[in-house]
């Protein structure tokens, strides 16, 4: 199983960004996929999570409102929409699914 994370990058304040996971190796359509992230000195953290169904969706209570995590089952791809961000959004995002973790792409909001 491998998930590739790709999308992140520097941002301003209140700006937006989408972050990918690319996934490969399993039943996509059956899978839930997770988004976490970890900030220097800090644990990693639920962000958000999707499930085969994309009806159903979690979120962490500090992403509420502003991140939507949806899939494209077709393009076995999860994604990340994450709008006005904040610098405490700042860290490293992760995918993952079923204890596979993919290798992270970095989120920096700048004030």
């Known amino acids: 199983v491998q998930l590739q994370a790709s999308g992140g990058g520097l941002v301003q304040v209140g700006g937006s960004l989408r972050l990918s996971c690319a996934v490969s190796g399993l039943t996509f359509g059956n899978s839930a996929i997770a988004w976490f992230r970890q900030a220097p000195g800090k644990e990693r953290e639920f962000v958000a999570q999707?499930?085969?169904?994309?009806?159903?969706?979690n979120y962490a209570d500090s992403v509420k409102g502003r991140f939507t995590i949806s899939r494209d089952n077709a393009k076995n791809t999860v994604y990340l929409q994450m709008n006005s961000l904040k610098p405490e959004d700042t860290a490293v995002y992760y995918c993952?699914?079923?204890?596979?973790w993919g290798q992270g792409t970095q989120v920096t909001v700048s004030s």
């Open positions: 993952a699914t079923s204890n596979f």
């Open positions: 999707i499930g085969w169904s994309s009806s159903v969706t």
